[in-house]
């Protein structure tokens, strides 16, 4: 079966860590995306890749970091930048083709704590 | 820019109730416009979609319309389950972005009582 899979599910850091978030997709999919979900909000932007080794900073990418070095894996780093890292973290991935409506998959998610 | 507006929840309906979620959005030009479903401590999956006004997208019971003189893509579903609990997003794509960026609503949260 065809899907994006995130792991792990819940992940927990002490201050001043760096942690890694995984997401892999074989939809063969183009392009990729990371949200944040805080409790009551809608989806964040963080980082997005439209193609192999190429990303681009959505909205809030400050205090992450993103790798697009193979086309079925877009892995997250939480770097001891972001001073709020506490939440859920979300991976999609899409065709990728501009200018067509292409609906956008998303993994199951990881729950991120700051002990 | 390009924004979503949706009904503050939560929403708590009886079994059987019909479902309204309101949903309205600001953009320039034809946006494609999207539901999406999230259940509890799961991803989000998608619903119905339209890209055209006066579009109609539907799925396991629920209809929205792409409506383009009210900016409006309100969520319905004429009679609700328990198994519908969830919190719905609205979201829309826009007409003139270089990728496939998408704008999401906050969110509506269902809870359906037996």
């Known amino acids: 079966d065809g899907g994006i899979t995130q792991s792990p599910k819940y992940l927990f850091r002490k201050e001043g860590q760096n942690v890694t978030l995984s997401c892999e997709q074989n939809?063969?999919?183009?392009?990729m995306y990371w949200y944040r979900q805080d409790p009551g909000q809608g989806l964040r932007l963080i980082y997005y890749?439209?193609?192999?080794?190429?990303?681009q900073k959505g909205d809030i990418a400050e205090g992450y970091s993103v790798s697009r070095e193979k086309k079925e894996s877009f892995p997250l780093t939480v770097t001891s930048a972001q001073k709020n890292p506490t939440a859920f973290y979300l991976c999609?991935?899409?065709?990728?083709?501009?200018?067509?409506?292409?609906?956008?998959?998303f993994g199951p998610g990881t729950r991120l704590t700051v002990l | 820019g390009d924004s979503v507006t949706q009904m503050e929840g939560p929403v708590t309906l009886s079994e059987e109730a019909f479902l309204t979620i309101n949903c309205t959005y600001t953009?320039?030009?034809?946006?494609?416009l999207f539901w999406y479903v999230q259940y509890p401590g799961e991803g989000l999956q998608l619903l119905l979609k339209?890209?055209?006004?006066?579009d109609k997208g539907s799925n396991k019971g629920f209809e929205a319309t792409y409506r383009k003189e009210t900016t409006s893509f309100h969520l319905e579903k004429g009679s609700v389950q328990v198994s519908d609990s969830a919190v719905y997003f609205c979201?829309?794509?826009?007409?003139?972005?270089?990728?496939?960026?998408?704008?999401f609503g906050p969110g509506t949260s269902l809870s359906v009582i037996p």
């Open positions: 953009a320039t030009g034809y946006p494609s």
């Open positions: 339209a890209t055209k006004a006066d």
């Open positions: 890749s439209q193609i192999v080794n190429d990303f």
């Open positions: 999609a991935s899409s065709i990728g083709t501009s200018g067509i409506a292409d609906t956008q998959y």
């Open positions: 979201a829309l794509r826009g007409a003139k972005t270089s990728y496939d960026k998408v704008i």
């Open positions: 939809l063969n999919h183009d392009a």
